[in-house]
């Protein structure tokens, strides 16, 4: 007896003794899917109806949306033309250099309102953010 034999025969008798662990609603249940994969019977697919479900909303939705041209004959109307904005150019570094070196414009927020940062400081700041 070659160790082919001798290994085929132990998986064997492992494969036998796992099959007396399984319980009999297994074992009907696989000899019942056995019996239909033999037999040719084809397992009913949820999804057999997804392509000609997708091929029919495709088709439906084209028709509405050429509704006004099959119908009169006429073409489309335009889209609507939306407004657009173009930013304003950035300055010539020279102005922004000159901006920074400004020493009182940094603070010049600080002295218009500080009566801000005092409220603030206050409990009247906490009740409002609740």
Known sequence: MST??????????????????????VRAQLAQRRRAALSGQARANPWRFALPLAAACAVGAVAVGLQD???DGRE????????TATP???PPPSD????????????ATLEESPDLYVWMASDGAVLAME
Do not use: G, M, T
């Open 4 to 25: 082919d034999d001798r290994f085929d025969e132990a998986i064997r008798a492992a494969h036998a003794q796992s099959l007396d662990h399984v319980s009999p609603r």
């Open 69 to 71: 041209v099959l119908v």
């Open 76 to 83: 489309p109307a335009q889209a609507p033309i939306v407004a």
């Open 88 to 90: 304003k150019p950035a």
């Open 96 to 107: 922004i250099v000159l901006a920074q070196s400004d020493d009182n414009a940094e603070y």
